[in-house]
T-cell receptor, first 111, second 115 residues
C-alpha cells in the first residue's frame, strides 16, 4: 500500500492561495489520489480526487505530475473557516475502496 | 438529503461493559465503512459492508468487536466487553460505490470513553 507524506502543519493568511503537497513515492498504477478535510469534532469530508494531471472543482484544485509520485492540493483565497486538518490518501487497490489515513496537515489560517 | 448519522454522539462506560454504536448511512448507499481514531493516533479502517455482507473486516482489532448490518440499511458496532484501549472516536462512512470513486460520506463520529 502506498504511504503518503505531507507536512504536519502549515500557516497562511486569509485571501491567500494555499498549496499543500503530498508525496506518495510508491503509488501503484491503479491507485487514485484523494484529499479529505476534517474540522474538529466532525467526520472527514471529501474534497477532491484525481488520477493524473489537474482536477478542479468548486472547492479546490489537485495537481498531479506525470510521475504521480506527489500531488498538490490548492485552495484558492482561503478564509478563516478553512482552518482544518487536510488528509492526502492514496486509494487502495481492489474493490473495497477502504481509506488508509496518515497524520494529515493541520492548516491554520490567520486573519 | 440527510447525511450519515451516528448514535450516540458520546458514550462513557466502564471497563467490562458492553456498548453498541449505531450508524445510519445515506439512503441508497450500499457501501458502509467503520473507522476508528484512538487518541493521538491516525484514523484506522475497521470494516466494510456491501449491503448486508461483510466485504472486508481485516481492520477489526479482535473478537470483542462485532459489526452487523441487518437488511443492508443501518449498521451496529458492538464492543463486548469493552477495554480501556477501545476508547476513541468511531466514524461511520457510506458511499454509493461508484467505480474508482473514493468519495465517502462520514458521520460526525461517536466518542467512546472506557473508564
Amino acid at each position: 500500500l502506498a504511504k503518503t507524506t505531507q507536512p504536519i502543519s502549515m500557516d497562511s493568511y486569509e485571501g491567500q492561495e494555499v498549496n499543500i503537497t503530498c508525496s506518495h513515492n510508491n503509488i501503484a498504477t491503479n491507485d487514485y489520489i484523494t484529499w479529505y478535510q476534517q474540522f474538529p469534532s466532525q467526520g472527514p469530508r471529501f474534497i477532491i480526487q484525481g488520477y493524473k494531471t489537474k482536477v478542479t472543482n468548486e472547492v479546490a484544485s489537485l495537481f498531479i505530475p506525470a510521475d504521480r509520485k506527489s500531488s498538490t492540493l490548492s485552495l484558492p483565497r482561503v478564509s478563516l473557516s478553512d482552518t482544518a486538518v487536510y488528509y492526502c490518501l492514496v486509494g487502495t487497490r481492489g474493490s473495497n475502496y477502504q481509506l488508509i489515513w496518515g497524520a494529515g496537515t493541520k492548516l491554520i489560517i490567520k486573519p | 438529503e440527510a447525511g450519515v448519522t451516528q448514535f450516540p454522539s458520546h458514550s462513557v462506560i466502564e471497563k467490562g461493559q458492553t456498548v453498541t454504536l449505531r450508524c445510519d448511512p445515506i439512503s441508497g448507499h450500499d457501501n458502509l465503512y467503520w473507522y476508528r481514531r484512538v487518541m493521538g493516533k491516525e484514523i484506522k479502517f475497521l470494516l466494510h459492508f456491501v449491503k448486508e455482507s461483510k466485504q472486508d473486516e481485516s481492520g477489526m482489532p479482535n473478537n470483542r468487536f462485532l459489526a452487523e448490518r441487518t437488511g443492508g440499511t443501518y449498521s451496529t458496532l458492538k464492543v463486548q466487553p469493552a477495554e480501556l484501549e477501545d476508547s476513541g472516536v468511531y466514524f461511520c462512512a457510506s458511499s454509493a460505490g461508484r467505480q474508482y470513486s473514493y468519495e465517502q460520506y462520514f458521520g460526525p463520529g461517536t466518542r467512546l470513553t472506557v473508564t
